[in-house]
């Protein structure tokens, strides 16, 4: 058996760093390309590569030549670290030339044919590749996303609660600087402080979760957006990894506090997702203590992928409840969540190139 | 003419140091007695003092002797840092001595015929000092509190906007590691780290706006609480200063943007609060920047007494706004604003021993 | 097979968690009785802890109840994470009962047959414990200690050093937070500060490394100190865990850089030391980068258990070289070595009811 | 009487704001012109402007439109904030030009004819502007530079006890993240770390001192530099201002503790100094806390103009003393320095325009 060869494009970055120290030692994926702008391109990845996270890149990886963005790739998956603008079209290019693309880019996001995938909450949705593939004649190529780091432990705190019907939301971040890559926010703009904006953030948080929450067409040509009202203040604050959302949300049935944490105690991810390699144990994770979650203590809570939620109570302003959901940004909330996304369609079939008997080696 | 003598209640911790840092220069009030428990009592100040404050206690306050909660005091005028527990019998013995008592502790902030004052937003409640003083047969005496320092700035922002009659507030705060004292938070919980529970906050958050932006009964006997529906949500950052709430509104009468900020704009205090020594020339700031108001470069504008409010956009969850609001926590939402208190209280007549001689001197 | 029963003393604080984290899954260690103040006794130790480590505690430890300092023990193995003061009798006491006590107190640090154990460093000072044992009357207790965790990089990174005699040594040192245990630094006192001060640190700085790099006396009664001069000073900086420490150093030989770099790059442990557990595979990490070792990036080398050192340069002022060295103070520096202490005891047969079949079975 | 037009180049950066900021209300010099790229020419100050510090910039300034460097100036006297690479060419044209230049740039620092000034310590220096204008056939231009912000303290801190002659001097610097300007240090790389190195400024320390305590030649061509011995290792640190530098100091007489503490606190500026409007009252604090000098709590001593010393202990391993040393890198280490070199430079008669009926006026 052979390991899926892939390919990370924007590898040199704070995400693309990620994905390489997340894929070290993968059971099904091997890091075969590393590709990045002009200036790295043709020098080892190691002497590109200012490393942010703590360590040091893994030696073999630290060895490979960078390509240039722009060269032909071998690898049947590419993961995606670009930034948004570079990346709308040359994910789409590199899809048409028979690539799975799994981007954690915002610019595909929205598109009514792409899927942005949670794979415990919306694994459904990647049946759109079937649309995507047929409408844009596409035979096994596709572009896949995962949402914005901020929408996506809000989504998954929700997940459990659809059944209840969520209609109003009010939520306010307090984000990692982490969030913003390298060199990102300036240690001037952050220390002892908190900068109440982060540019196009409140915008992707107020639409991303609906879609993710939304119901797959029965054409399977689009998605339609859960029907919510959704405000938002981001903010960044001085923490270095995982992002808290302050959620108040009315539901349409008024469920009770204990319907609530039940739904989250029983929520478990589809069959299908439960065994992918980097799936967590538990999605979500409700805790009853009084000062939880907290970003530095809960952040690698199922090795950085599950959502811990918690201080569930009344929201007498909304007539709702009111509680605190967070997530790792830079694992769940981008790098992981692509390669758990990755994973889930290599095992439903959508990745041709990738040997199924690796799924039952372990 | 002779200033005012004063004495501090709890005067060797967090608060205790700015009111003395505060009150240094004080053209209308000058410290004379210091006190705290009796670990400290007896000794010089500089000696029972821990200064966490920057630079040093002012050389002629560390030489003075501290004297011991509960013996008798010669001060006309007595400010109270005392924690809340110890505060609430201490300062009624103190009122019935004789003492005004402007007090920063929580005990008797929603005590019926105890003023909740900010000069700026309710100086009229100072009335309910007639009723205290003949109810409980008091000469001279009396019991007047500032609000929690959270409940500052939410209250200052609303009071301009009192005429569009708010119904229903959102708050989420983020607030500073001073709030909770020394040696309050432990490094080891908050760097790199929020805490999204701070004990008793939201309680008060949820219930003192609502007595500041009352209406006195007619017959002055107690405030009528503002008829809203206010919901909370506290979090510690890793802030030194200043507390920065992140709040959401609804209406009764749907202003537009324009009109609230009109309203912001043309805020002023009433004219007697206008010339007290620590009033700010602006009580109120509304900044347009996109990114403001941050901790710590707005937390000393007024000299840390104005309250800075921006980014107001619509909140579709809510059917109302949204905008942020900031305070200094310990200068305008503690030891500051109880000195302005003392200010106007002294204005108004309401301490027999001040010299009004003093107010139109400068 | 059976693995060895271990107590664990101040079980609750913050190097008692440490403690309890790092044994999760030892192969050859079982935590069996957990041991704190009267405050703590009688309860779970899940309710008794207020847990600062990420994450929680693992659920069986947290199920277990917390017996009471005082009570008599039935592990062979203890370790002890108790304050200074109140170890340095029970540790006899417990060696006098026969139990092997490995600990991170300073309190018997300096004792003349008490070894000071790196077991990379001076593995051959186990060798006291046949003095101690002989001389005090005990059959099979012992007391051995692990160094003050800033001594503990300094005296890893001269080890290899020791070869070109060290004369004169000056120490400025960059603490964490954790160092002094939980609450400990108050947050106030250092986000956005340094404070160029930590009690009894600079004194012990500059005599343990002496201990541990010294030669054990041909009668085995006691070592006989490094002759080298060493000024330290300390300092704590706003990081959580990891102390850096800057260090100067004159060597009687006048070693060129090379011969220093190789021999950090020589430096192994002895064969005995190498196959324990918690062994890290490299003990000395020497850098060529142009800014490391830093705290966060760094601490977790080799599990936490390696020490980086880097930026080798010369020194004119001391006619010597310059350098920094940085270790993980609570893991390496604290619970960490003392576990490998008990490792290094276990394997060299100083804890008789140890079963050595544990060794190779893996 | 007029106040002294003033040009700042590198207005818009970090340094050139705390010009802005320290010139605000200056009794003797009014900014005419504010200098800076491309990129900001043209603008209004506060359009061009992000403001870094705290608050907003003064109003009237906010207004100005940004020159662009290169364009003639009117001020007599110009305030550098340039980068070094460009300072070096247009310094020395400007002063060609007839204008006074008082940089903080380093480009022109060591060149012989340039003075490297503290007013308190080396006032005499500035006779070198007398060598410099007739070398160079200068009339009424001249160039003159203040230190690197960490040789600051350093110096100052050395002044007094320059009469027990110093020869060697081992110094270990924990700077503030402001000393890298703006954007600067990456949060990413600051936040629960330290980095210790920092380009060029071990080399810049190593030197600058010696200059600056060096005795001017008979001829007044230059300055022998101070005979001692530097080795300088330094450090990063997530603190927002104030450099703290642990010094390590032998001398050539054997001063004992008692000699050292009465050259501090007897130190005083010349005469000349003393009444410039910058001059702080001391400015050598020296402290006899334990656990002082600290960054934040000390950094606005003396309106951030005075260093501040403590900590004062035997150093065995250099034969000499040890302390630390402090000032705010950004007031006393640069645009503060450059402002008190300009006031006793206009007080000396060297800026010709300058009218001294400001001197007296007060």
Chains 1, 2, 3, 4 share one sequence.
């Not at 709308?88 to 030339?97: G, S, T, V, Y």
């Not at 639409?207 to 119901?215: A, N």
């Not at 029907?227 to 959620?247: E, G, K």
């Not at 809960?298 to 918690?310: E, F, I, L, P, Y």
Request: proline share 7%.
């Amino acid at each position: 058996m052979q390991k899926l060869k892939v390919a990370i494009l924007g590898a040199t970055g704070a995400v693309g760093q990620r994905f390489v120290q997340l894929l070290e030692g993968h059971p099904w994926f091997e890091i075969h390309e590393l590709v990045a702008s002009t200036r790295s391109a043709g020098r080892t990845y190691g002497e590109a590569t200012n490393w942010v996270l703590d360590g040091e890149p893994p030696r073999e990886i630290a060895e490979m030549t960078v390509k240039e963005l722009g060269e032909p790739l071998e690898s049947p998956l590419v993961f995606s670290a670009l930034p948004s603008d570079t990346a709308r079209e040359i994910e789409i290019h590199l899809a048409e030339a028979g690539h799975v693309v799994c981007s954690n880019a915002s610019a595909n996001r929205m598109v009514h044919d792409v899927p942005l995938l949670i794979p415990e909450v919306n694994a459904d949705h990647v049946r759109l590749i079937d649309q995507q593939r047929q409408q844009r004649g596409w035979q096994s190529g596709a572009v896949v996303t995962n949402s914005n780091c901020t929408s996506m432990p809000v989504t998954m705190a929700l997940a459990p609660l659809l059944q209840f019907e969520p209609t109003h939301l009010q939520l306010v971040s307090m984000q990692a600087i982490s969030g913003a890559g390298y060199p990102g926010v300036a240690s001037l703009d952050i220390l002892d402080n908190v900068i109440p904006y982060i540019g196009g953030e409140e915008e992707k948080l107020a639409i991303e979760p609906r879609k993710m929450l939304g119901i797959l067409a029965d054409d399977l040509s689009s998605v339609h957006l859960m029907p919510a009202t959704i405000s938002t203040s981001c903010n960044r604050v001085p923490v270095l990894d995982a992002h808290l959302v302050s959620m108040a949300v009315r539901f349409a049935t008024n469920p009770t506090m204990a319907d609530i944490e039940a739904a989250w105690e029983a929520f478990v991810a589809p069959n299908v997702v439960q065994g992918l390699p980097s799936a967590p144990p538990q999605p979500v994770i409700y805790t009853r203590a009084a000062d939880r979650p907290q970003p530095r203590r809960d952040r690698m809570a199922g090795n950085g992928m599950s959502t811990v939620v918690g201080r569930l109570r009344d929201c007498a302003a909304l007539d709702g409840v009111q509680f605190l959901a967070l997530a790792h940004n830079t694992i769940r909330g981008a790098a992981g969540c692509s390669i758990l996304n990755a994973e889930l369609l290599a095992a439903t079939g959508y990745i041709h190139a990738f040997d199924t008997a690796l799924i039952h080696r372990v």
